[in-house]
């Protein structure tokens, strides 16, 4: 398993990846449908493409594989270059 398979596990699509450590990525339509249906409001467009870097990959206290994701900015005004975009335990 890798970093893109892991990202497609978890509902993401990579527009395009640099180096394995720097992705453009949107959700797939998938993962949009499943997120609309939890909630009509989550402060940005779930169609947008979003910049993201791989900040850290570690294990958890219970051995879990946890992949930090920093926003690099992106369409949506929401996320700002810094942000935690993401954290994807596995």
Same mark, same amino acid.
């Given at each position: 398993? @890798?970093?893109?398979?892991? =990202? ?5 699509? /990579? *527009?395009?990846?640099? @180096?394995?450590?720097?992705?453009? =990525? ?5 993962? *949009? ?6 909630? !009509?409001?989550?402060?940005?467009? +779930? ?9 850290? *990959?570690?294990? @958890? $206290?219970?051995? @879990? +594989?946890?992949?930090? +994701?920093?926003? +690099? $900015? ?8 810094? !942000?935690?975009?993401? *954290? /994807?335990?596995?």
């Amino acid at each position: 398993m @890798n970093i893109i398979d892991i =990202l497609k596990e978890n509902g993401y699509e /990579i *527009v395009k990846q640099y @180096n394995m450590k720097i992705f453009r =990525l949107k959700f797939t339509p998938e993962e *949009v449908e499943k997120r609309k249906a939890e909630s !009509d409001n989550w402060g940005y467009d +779930l169609e947008s493409c979003f910049n993201v870097k791989i900040r850290e *990959v570690g294990f @958890n $206290g219970n051995g @879990n +594989l946890y992949i930090c +994701l920093d926003c +690099l $900015g992106g369409d949506d005004p929401e996320f700002q270059a810094g !942000d935690c975009f993401d *954290v /994807i335990e596995y």
